[in-house]
Nanobody
Framework: QVQLIESGGGPVQNGGSLRLSCAAS??????MGWFRQAPGKGREFVTG????????LYADSVKGRFTITRDSAKNTVHLQMSSLKPEETAVYYC???????????????WGQGTQVTVSS
């Protein structure tokens, strides 16, 4: 059974930092990534990585502030977020699939999500 389990979410102040982790089990994936969904909005691509240190994509809005890393030996992916803004309050989802892309359809498996709340 394939599972993606996120951890590390929680409350953080405006301008603060937070590190999310996602542990995959059941199989390995070419690509892992992160999306987020704010209340009343669609699921938004944040970042994705292929392989262990391979090609990486970032949403323009997070470039320079967020960093994705992957430990293929542990089948985990991490998202280091800094300079967080209140408008980035959302449920953050881990995703995994065969190709690196910005569309949710590029990913076959999803975690349950972890809440990140940035207070002003």
């Amino acid at each position: 059974q394939v599972q993606l389990i996120e951890s590390g979410g929680g409350p953080v102040q405006n301008g603060g930092s937070l590190r999310l982790s996602c542990a995959a089990s059941g199989r390995t994936f070419n690509t892992m990534g992160w999306f987020r969904q704010a209340p009343g909005k669609g699921r938004e691509f944040v970042t994705g990585i292929m392989g262990n240190g391979g090609p990486v994509l970032y949403a323009d809005s997070v470039k320079g502030r967020f960093t994705i890393t992957r430990d293929s030996a542990k089948n985990t992916v991490h998202l280091q977020m800094s300079s967080l803004k209140p408008e980035e309050t959302a449920v953050y989802y881990c995703a995994a699939g065969p190709v690196l892309g910005r569309a949710p359809g590029s990913y076959d498996y999803w975690g349950q999500g972890t809440q990140v709340t940035v207070s002003s």
